[in-house]
C-alpha cells in the first residue's frame, strides 16, 4: 500500500488508543493502513477489528478507508463466562466494567473532548482564513461609510441649533445603546467560555449501544446489557441517559473471544462514502483491491468489469495522477457508473467504454494495472468463460504489471482446474478456509503484519504457496480471503513475468 502521510502531533499529545471495525479478512489492509496513513503504533486484531494507539486527530482518522467504523476504546478484556454462573453473577461481573475503573472511563471522555474541541478550533480557523478579501471588503465599506457621515456632518452644522442638539442626543442615546449591546455580547460570552471550562461529567448524556453474539447471545439480550450497563453509568458518574440525542455514545460488544467497550468518534460510519451515489462492491473491499495493485502516478488502471465503478472510484480518489478506464457490456450499469463519477467530481479522471471483457480494444502489453471484481452468483454464470476473461487480461497487460481480481470459489476452481485440477489449494482443503484468513505468497509482505498477528496470518503462506500455479504468465502473489456478507470471496494478486510465447 502507498504510504500516506500521517497527521502526527495534532491529536492527544501522548496518543490516544482507538480501535477500528472491519469486514472479515480485512484486519490485514487494515492494520497496514493506520501505520501507512495515522503512523500507528501498538497495533494489533482480534477477529473484525484492529486496535492501534495515535497522536492523529479527526480530519486524519476520517481518512481511513477500509475500516467500517471507528471508536476510542474504553476497555478490552476477557469474556464472561456465562456456562456455569448464574444470571445475576453475570449481571454484577457487567456492572464492574464501569465501577472497577472508572478513571479509564473519565479519560476516554476527556480524550473525546478534546478531540471534538481541537476540531472544532481547526474549522473555525480555516472558515476564517478562508475569507480574507471578504474582510478586505467588509474594512473598505468601513472606511466609505465613515467618509460619507463626515460629510453628512458638514452639511448638518448649516442647519438650526435645535436640529442639531437633538441630533445629538440621538446620537448619545444610540451609542449608549450599543455599548450595552456589546456588553451584554461580551458577558454572554465569557458565560459560555465559563460554562465550557466548569463542564463536569455529571452534564453529560449518553445512551448505550450493545451488541452481542456466541453464548453470551443465548444468554441475554442486548437491551438488557445495555439496561444494566446504563444503570451502572448513571449511579457511578451521575450521567443522565437520553436514547433520542445524547451528547456521547457507549459502544460494547460482547463476544465468546473478547469484550470491548468504546465511544464511536463518527456518528457516520467510515465506511459510508458520501462520494459514491450507487453503491456497488463494498466500498472498503473495492480500497482494499486498489491498495495491493501498486498504482503508480502516470500508469494506466483498467476496471474491464467495472460495474458501477466503485473499484476506479476508490482507486482514483486515493490515486488521483492516474490515468483510469472502466468498461462493461452492461448499459444500466454503465450509466450508474457514470452517474458515480459526475456525484465524485471524477468524470474528467476515469473514461467509460462499453466493449465485452474478451474484446478489449486495446495493444497487447498497453496496461500497467488491472483490477476488477469478476461477476459471480445466479445473475452471473460465467462457466468457462472465466478462462477467455482472464486471458484477456493477460494480452493487454504489460510486463511487471499487476492483476487483482476479486473470485469466487468456483472461480477459483475453474482457473485451477485448468493449470493443476490434482493439486490441491492446501493440505486442509479450499472450503475448510475461516472466513478472514490471509495467505500471504511474497515473504517480503510479513514485515507489513504486526508482531500479534504475523504468525496467524503467516502460517498458511507455505501450505497455499504449492497449490496456486501461475495462470500462463500470470505469477500468484498474494491471495485473501474476505467476507461479502452472506457470502465469502477470494482477493488475489497476480505479477506478468514474461510476455506469452516466451
Given at each position: 500500500m502507498a504510504?500516506v502521510?500521517?497527521?502526527r502531533r495534532?491529536g492527544?499529545?501522548a ?5 477500528c ?14 501505520r ?13 477489528k484492529?486496535?492501534?494507539t ?6 486524519m482518522l476520517?481518512?481511513l478507508?477500509s475500516?467500517e467504523r471507528?471508536f476510542?476504546?474504553?476497555?478490552k478484556?476477557?469474556?464472561f463466562n ?6 445475576g453473577?453475570?449481571?454484577n461481573?457487567?456492572?464492574?466494567l464501569?465501577?472497577d475503573d472508572p ?10 473532548k478534546n478531540?471534538l474541541e481541537?476540531?472544532a478550533?481547526?474549522?473555525?480557523l480555516s ?7 471578504k474582510?478586505k471588503?467588509?474594512?473598505n465599506d468601513?472606511?466609505?461609510?465613515k467618509?460619507?457621515?463626515a460629510?453628512m456632518q458638514e452639511?448638518q ?5 435645535q436640529?442639531?442638539k437633538?441630533?445629538e442626543e440621538?446620537?448619545l ?10 456588553k ?5 460570552q465569557?458565560?459560555?467560555?465559563e460554562?465550557?471550562d ?6 453529560l448524556?449518553?445512551r448505550?449501544s450493545?451488541r452481542?453474539?456466541?453464548a453470551i447471545a443465548k444468554t441475554?439480550t442486548?437491551q ?7 444503570i451502572?453509568?448513571?449511579k457511578?458518574f451521575?450521567?443522565?441517559?437520553d ?7 457507549i459502544f460494547?460488544?460482547?463476544s ?9 468518534v463518527?456518528?457516520?460510519p ?5 462520494y ?9 473491499i473495492?480500497?482494499a483491491m486498489?491498495s495491493l495493485?501498486e498504482i503508480k502516478?502516470?500508469?494506466v488502471v483498467l476496471d ?6 466503485t473499484?476506479?472510484l476508490?482507486?482514483a480518489k486515493?490515486w ?8 462493461d457490456?452492461?448499459?444500466s450499469q454503465?450509466l ?15 473514461e467509460?467504454l462499453k466493449?465485452?471483457?474478451i474484446e478489449?480494444p486495446l495493444?497487447s502489453e498497453s ?6 471484481d ?7 454464470k460465467l462457466?468457462?468463460?472465466?478462462i477467455h476473461?482472464?486471458?484477456?487480461m493477460e494480452?493487454v ?9 476479486l473470485l469466487?470459489?468456483d472461480h477459483h476452481?475453474?482457473l485451477?482446474?485448468?493449470e ?12 475448510t478456509?475461516?472466513p ?6 511474497n515473504?517480503e509482505?510479513k514485515?507489513a503484519?504486526s ?10 503462506n507455505q501450505?497455499c504457496?504449492d497449490?496456486m500455479p501461475?495462470?500462463g ?6 491471495r485473501y480471503?474476505v467476507?461479502l456478507?452472506?457470502t465469502?470471496?477470494?482477493i488475489?494478486k497476480?505479477?506478468?513475468s514474461?510476455s506469452p510465447?516466451?
Amino acid at each position: 500500500m502507498a504510504a500516506v502521510p500521517g497527521g502526527r502531533r495534532s491529536g492527544p499529545s501522548a496518543g490516544a488508543r482507538f480501535f477500528c471495525t472491519a469486514g472479515r479478512g480485512l484486519e490485514p489492509f487494515l492494520m497496514r493502513e493506520v501505520r501507512s496513513r495515522l503512523a500507528a503504533t501498538q497495533v494489533e486484531y482480534i477477529s473484525g477489528k484492529v486496535f492501534f494507539t495515535t497522536c492523529s486527530d479527526l480530519n486524519m482518522l476520517k481518512k481511513l478507508k477500509s475500516a467500517e467504523r471507528l471508536f476510542l476504546l474504553i476497555k478490552k478484556q476477557l469474556p464472561f463466562n456465562v456456562s456455569s454462573v448464574s444470571k445475576g453473577k453475570i449481571f454484577n461481573e457487567m456492572q464492574r466494567l464501569t465501577n472497577d475503573d472508572p478513571e479509564s472511563w473519565l479519560n476516554a471522555i476527556s480524550i473525546w473532548k478534546n478531540l471534538l474541541e481541537l476540531n472544532a478550533k481547526k474549522v473555525k480557523l480555516s472558515q476564517k482564513n478562508a475569507n480574507p478579501l471578504k474582510r478586505k471588503v467588509g474594512e473598505n465599506d468601513i472606511i466609505a461609510k465613515k467618509l460619507k457621515t463626515a460629510e453628512m456632518q458638514e452639511i448638518q452644522e448649516n442647519k438650526e441649533c435645535q436640529v442639531e442638539k437633538q441630533i445629538e442626543e440621538e446620537t448619545l442615546e444610540q451609542g449608549n445603546f450599543t455599548t450595552k449591546r456589546d456588553k451584554s455580547q461580551e458577558e454572554l460570552q465569557n458565560d459560555v467560555a465559563e460554562a465550557v471550562d466548569t463542564h463536569n461529567q455529571n452534564d453529560l448524556t449518553f445512551r448505550v449501544s450493545c451488541r452481542c453474539s456466541g453464548a453470551i447471545a443465548k444468554t441475554f439480550t442486548a437491551q438488557e446489557v445495555g439496561r444494566v450497563i446504563g444503570i451502572a453509568l448513571m449511579k457511578q458518574f451521575g450521567w443522565k441517559a437520553d436514547l433520542r440525542n445524547p451528547n456521547v455514545e457507549i459502544f460494547i460488544h460482547l463476544s465468546d473471544i473478547y469484550c470491548v467497550v468504546g465511544i464511536p468518534v463518527f456518528r457516520v460510519p467510515l465506511a459510508s462514502r458520501a462520494y459514491i451515489k450507487t453503491a456497488g462492491l463494498r466500498s472498503t473491499i473495492a480500497w482494499a483491491m486498489a491498495s495491493l495493485a501498486e498504482i503508480k502516478a502516470g500508469g494506466v488502471v483498467l476496471d474491464p468489469m467495472c460495474g458501477l465503478g466503485t473499484i476506479l472510484l476508490e482507486a482514483a480518489k486515493e490515486w488521483p495522477d492516474v490515468y483510469y478506464v472502466g468498461a462493461d457490456v452492461s448499459d444500466s450499469q454503465l450509466l450508474g457508473a457514470c452517474d458515480n463519477l459526475k456525484a465524485a467530481g471524477l468524470k474528467d479522471k476515469i473514461e467509460l467504454l462499453k466493449v465485452s471483457v474478451i474484446e478489449l480494444p486495446l495493444p497487447s502489453e498497453s496496461v500497467d494495472t488491472i483490477i476488477s471484481d469478476i461477476p459471480f452468483g445466479k445473475k452471473f454464470k460465467l462457466g468457462k468463460d472465466i478462462i477467455h476473461i482472464i486471458q484477456e487480461m493477460e494480452r493487454v497487460l504489460r510486463v511487471g504489471g499487476t492483476i487483482v481480481l476479486l473470485l469466487s470459489e468456483d472461480h477459483h476452481r475453474r482457473l485451477k482446474g485448468r493449470e493443476e485440477s490434482s493439486v490441491p489449494l492446501n493440505p486442509k482443503g479450499s472450503r475448510t478456509d475461516k472466513p478472514g484468513s490471509t495467505e500471504r505468497l511474497n515473504p517480503e509482505e510479513k514485515a507489513a503484519v504486526s508482531e500479534p498477528a504475523s504468525s496467524s496470518f503467516a502460517a498458511s503462506n507455505q501450505e497455499c504457496l504449492d497449490g496456486m500455479p501461475p495462470f500462463g504468465s500470470l505469477v500468484p502473489v498474494e491471495r485473501y480471503r474476505v467476507s461479502l456478507g452472506k457470502t465469502d470471496a477470494l482477493i488475489y494478486k497476480y505479477k506478468k513475468s514474461h510476455s506469452p510465447g516466451q
